[in-house]
């Protein structure tokens, strides 16, 4: 059964904690954690991007020559594709990249994940995280006693609003909790930090 160092908020290392077998243990499939990241960063896209075709450039009303006699090819408006100043021909169009992928292998994607931090001794329990004030320098503390020195995934078995605005401002760090928990922040940062409480959620969601 994996195991992760137990710490407490001073950052003292109190034990150890058995990590369960069914989220922390399983074989890794990167086939499914590489087609999970690929469908996070499309449904980041904005997909805002526009160019204006010839019916959308200002101008160009007037046929800018006769149609014949000229010794040039016929034109009938300046704003064509060929012209200076000209609409763009089939340029990008404001679009949805989002796609859906099976819930299976999202599932299987994210215990991969935990299970290479787990198999790499990057996971870390802290028995309770939890906060009085919305201080950085306590988070910035209990990292460097807890020897993270990259970057940090911090997650909390719900949202906790003073841990997320403690942390959000270090760089590398981010907090999150286990409803919004995602392949692409737990293999984006080196040290996957979790509360107790969010390890038992975790076995409860995913067993």
């Known amino acids: 059964?994996?195991?992760?160092?137990?710490?407490?908020?001073?950052?003292?290392?109190?034990?150890?904690?058995?990590?369960?077998?069914?989220?922390?243990?399983?074989?890794?499939?990167?086939?499914?954690?590489?087609?999970?990241?690929?469908?996070?960063?499309a449904n980041q896209r904005q997909g805002t991007q526009s160019t204006k075709t010839r019916t959308e450039v200002a101008g160009g009303g007037k046929k800018p020559f006769r149609q014949k006699g000229t010794g040039r090819a016929r034109q009938g408006s300046t704003r064509a594709p060929q012209w200076y100043k000209g609409g763009v021909a089939l340029g990008p169009k404001p679009r949805d990249y989002s796609y859906s992928i099976n819930k299976k292998v999202k599932r299987l994607a994210l215990i991969s994940a935990l299970s290479a931090k787990a198999a790499e001794n990057e996971?870390?329990?802290?028995?309770?995280?939890?906060?009085?004030?919305i201080k950085t320098a306590n988070i910035v503390k209990l990292l460097k006693e807890i020897g993270v020195a990259g970057k940090a995934l911090i997650v909390t078995k719900d949202k906790n609003e003073n841990v997320y605005l403690s942390a959000r401002n270090i760089k590398g760090v981010k907090a999150s909790f286990i409803g919004m928990l995602n392949v692409y922040d737990i293999l984006n940062h080196t040290d996957f930090i979790v509360s107790q409480d969010a390890v038992d959620r975790l076995e409860e969601v995913y067993a």
């Not at 996971?123 to 004030?133: G, N, Q, R, T």
């Open 1 to 41: 059964m994996p195991k992760a160092a137990l710490y407490n908020m001073q950052g003292s290392q109190i034990g150890e904690v058995d990590l369960p077998e069914t989220c922390f243990g399983v074989q890794v499939n990167e086939s499914a954690i590489h087609a999970t990241v690929v469908n996070y960063l």
């Open 123 to 133: 996971v870390k329990v802290i028995d309770d995280i939890k906060l009085d004030e």
